[in-house]
């Protein structure tokens, strides 16, 4: 049985959506986001804010102030030219998650939603496609997490035989139909694809590089995520970490997500994992590679078509707080079925290989090596 023409590849393609105007919010000032309003940055006094995912909402009935969640209403003579930068900061320690997020958190409309900068070290990698006119669309690929500040991991065949001119890689995305957020995303072109040598039509050792052609800046919402410390795989059933900007479902109903989503799953052991898959149509005779991880089997939480090339993260050994990254959204049947796992790749298996790449491309081991 030909295995691509089984696999659900999580890889596809989506067009950024604009958010829809919202009518009927009240406002005596201008609405603008919240680092463009003097009065919100300096008002130190107050807890960080909650906003309501709901507000401007396409079929919701919450209004605020402003039509979009993350504006606040600035009084006259507070609303600033251009966006208050924050201060410079520097790479932290790899594998360092924002759980309550940056600079707000997410109260009311909450489902799956990550907090913003919640997973610093996640990409959007985008396809750029010429129009008619001579211009430019940005198209979804997949996703990424960024080892280094000019490299990025994802999986080969989100970028196998594309054209370095045509992709770019986005650090610090969370909402993709706003630029309201705290702080900016930044992009960054390609300049090389190293794909693993032993890459096939099978999607073994499914697995890239992205070497960019400006390294990213550090921020509060940009930061990077370890490599496993040799030997260091997560046991089963560790509950471990994932997500990205995929569909909410398999199929034509499934919907893409505008805000990176976060996802909860345990690790299935490899034997049970290939005995699930082999219920599917994958047939009584498929046999899992050893390239290959599994996590997740819990209906209706799973990642889905789009989210090929998200870091599986796991706590590290004895940390409460730091993270590396086990596993690269790779494959599955279906998405969020129950007791049918999904399939990413592993990169305990693929460490060296990766290590050799960065050492020759001269990457500082101290980025990506858990501390």
Not at 99 to 128: C, D
Request: glycine residues 8%; hydrophobic residues 35%; proline residues 6%.
């Amino acid at each position: 049985m030909n295995l691509l023409a089984t696999l659900t590849v999580a890889c596809l393609v989506v067009l950024v959506v604009e958010l829809p105007a919202i009518h009927g919010q009240s406002c005596d000032g201008k609405c603008l986001p919240r680092n463009k309003c003097q009065r919100e940055l300096s008002d130190e006094d107050d807890a960080v804010p909650d906003v309501d995912l709901r507000i401007g909402q396409q079929n919701s009935d919450v209004v605020g102030n402003c039509p979009h969640y993350l504006d606040v209403c600035c009084p006259p003579g507070e609303e600033l030219e251009e966006p208050l930068t924050h201060e410079p900061t520097s790479f932290q320690p790899c594998g360092q998650r924002n759980s309550n997020g940056v600079g707000f958190r997410i109260g009311a409309g909450k489902v799956e939603e990550s907090e913003f900068g919640e997973f610093p070290w996640t990409l959007l990698v985008l396809e750029l496609q010429k129009l008619f006119d001579s211009e430019e669309k940005e198209v979804y690929a997949c996703v990424g997490s960024l080892l280094a500040p000019n490299v990025a991991l994802t999986v080969a065949h989100c970028v196998n035989k594309k054209s370095l001119s045509s992709l770019l890689v986005r650090a610090g995305e969370w909402d993709t139909r706003t630029e309201s957020e705290v702080l900016p995303y930044q992009d960054a072109k390609v300049k090389q694809v190293l794909i693993h040598d032993r890459y096939n039509k099978q999607h073994h050792y499914d697995v890239a590089l992205l070497v960019l052609e400006k390294p990213f800046e550090a921020a509060e919402n940009i930061q990077l995520i370890c490599l496993p410390p040799p030997s260091v795989r997560p046991p089963v059933g560790t509950e471990c970490l994932t997500g990205g900007w995929g569909k909410d479902r398999f199929g034509q109903t499934g919907v893409y997500q505008q805000i990176l989503k976060r996802v909860t799953l345990p690790i299935v052991d490899q034997a049970q994992c290939q005995t699930a898959l082999r219920k599917t149509r994958l047939g009584a005779g498929f046999k899992l590679h050893s390239s290959f991880l599994c996590a997740g089997g819990k209906k209706d939480a799973d990642v889905c078509s789009g989210d090929g090339g998200g870091a599986l993260v796991c706590l590290l050994p004895g940390s409460q707080t730091a993270y590396y990254q086990a596993g690269i959204v790779a494959w599955g049947i279906g998405c969020g079925d129950e007791n049918i796992p999904g399939v990413y790749a592993d990169v305990d298996t693929v460490r060296s290989w990766l290590v050799d790449n960065l050492n020759a491309l001269k990457v500082d081991p101290t980025y990506y090596t858990a501390s």
